[in-house]
């Protein structure tokens, strides 16, 4: 990678590296290797993540970054890095950067010409994507909808969105979610959530919305939740065709 001019030829590297977002033996080798030699390991929870580095032997210098104090420590850690550390930065579970901290510092040394490396590897939407059962060639990663201001306006939008959409959200506000969904994108629409990707209990639900927000009314929803809704059916297809299966499976423990 070209370096700016004013960038020092010993400075280091920030890696992004993903952790694993149930199963711990998810995690790659070289992600392991990197956080074995870098420097310093920038932690969303330092408490969460010394158990996913004493599972692999990983002694390294821990600090905590998360959304709380990454405003008042990305110039420090750019600093470092420009004086020759190398950082990895990881965040509680799966991609830093993607619904969780990691985009400031990301940009910070972009704009500064430090090397950044992502190292591929776990995010939790992409096995609830594909395992849903929707189209996977083209759609829209919503993460966390605003909980209050915009929602409203947002899930109007989102109402003509043609696209498979995927949303995080919270095991307790799910039903509300869902509910919402129904009221704006019609209670018949498919939808399919995934709960405790890679985890022991993992779960996907299948379903209309109106189906699955009944589930989840009578079945308190646990652990991490990623909710995939299919895309708005062109008025010349079904949404038959548009979820690409005349038998939607309900369920599959």
């Known amino acids: ?45 330092t408490r969460t993540s010394s158990v996913l580095l004493k599972h692999y032997d990983i002694h390294g210098r821990l600090e905590s970054h998360h959304k709380f104090n990454e405003h008042k420590t990305v110039s420090i850690v750019r600093d470092r890095i420009l004086s020759g550390m190398n950082v990895a930065l990881i965040s509680d579970a799966g991609t830093p950067g993607i619904s969780d901290p990691g985009f400031l510092l990301v940009r910070t040394c ?19 994507l594909v395992s849903s059962g929707f189209p996977c ?14 929602r409203q306006t947002r899930l109007k939008e989102l109402a003509e969105e043609p696209r498979t959409m995927i949303f995080y959200e919270s095991p307790y506000r799910l039903v509300k979610t869902l509910d919402q969904f129904a009221e704006y994108f019609g209670p018949d629409r498919r939808c399919s959530v995934a709960r405790e990707i890679s985890k022991l209990h993992e779960e996907h ?23 995939i809704v299919g895309g708005k059916p062109d008025s010349r297809h079904s949404q038959k065709d548009m979820d690409g299966s005349s038998e939607f499976a309900r369920e599959d423990n």
Request: hydrophobic share 40%.
């Open 110 to 128: 972009v704009e500064e010409g430090i090397e950044v490396q992502t190292l591929p590897g776990a995010t939790a939407f992409v096995p609830a």
């Open 205 to 227: 639900r299948r379903g209309t919305l109106e189906e699955v927000a009944a589930w989840y009314r009578e079945h308190e929803p646990k652990g991490e939740i990623v909710v």
């Open 137 to 150: 060639d083209r759609f829209c990663f919503e993460g966390f909808l605003p909980v209050k201001k915009g």
């Open 1 to 45: 990678m070209e370096r700016k001019g004013s960038v020092p030829a010993e400075s280091g590297v920030l890696y992004i590296v993903p952790t694993p977002v149930g199963n711990l033996e998810d995690m790659t080798f070289r992600a392991v290797n990197v956080l074995r030699s870098a420097d310093l390991i920038l932690a969303e929870d």
